[in-house]
């Protein structure tokens, strides 16, 4: 077998392995949903941001359907109402604090690209960074 094919074997399974990983789904939409309620707005640019990012992340997309990402969106939007859901989306989050750096930072992208929809407000800063923080990532450098 050849270096690509070997190469595109491995990743496959490494893509497999984490198929139906709902602590990284819920790490993924707790996280966008903290930051589409950061300003006090929830908006359907927001939203959808979040969910074409989610889509485009190879673990979510091989795992889940949209409807399901967006099932799960939702019930953590209706948790990041109340400071209490805000917190127990923030452990969501910080429940793959110990995943590969590579894992880390896609949760924390598709964050800053909500976030990003319409310029980052200074409340969305602030939940970047404490995403930033909880995933153990480099804001500014993940931001540049």
Do not use: W
Request: glycine share 6%.
């Amino acid at each position: 077998m050849g270096f690509f094919q070997d190469a595109l074997v491995r990743f496959n399974r490494v893509v497999m392995s984490y198929a139906g990983d709902t602590a990284f789904m819920h790490a993924a939409v707790s996280a966008a949903a903290n930051v589409i309620v950061a300003d006090g707005d929830t908006d359907e640019e927001e939203i959808e941001a979040a969910l074409v990012s989610m889509r485009a992340n190879p673990i979510l997309q091989k795992s889940y359907d949209t409807l399901s990402l967006e099932k799960a969106l939702f019930e953590a939007l209706a948790r990041a109402e109340l400071r209490a859901g805000r917190l127990e989306n923030s452990q969501h989050v910080a429940a793959i604090a110990e995943r590969p750096l590579e894992q880390r930072q896609h949760v924390f992208l598709i964050a800053a690209d909500v976030a990003d929809k319409g310029g980052i407000t200074e409340s969305e800063h602030r939940v970047l960074d404490e995403l930033a923080q909880a995933l153990g990532v480099d804001k500014a450098t993940l931001l540049g």
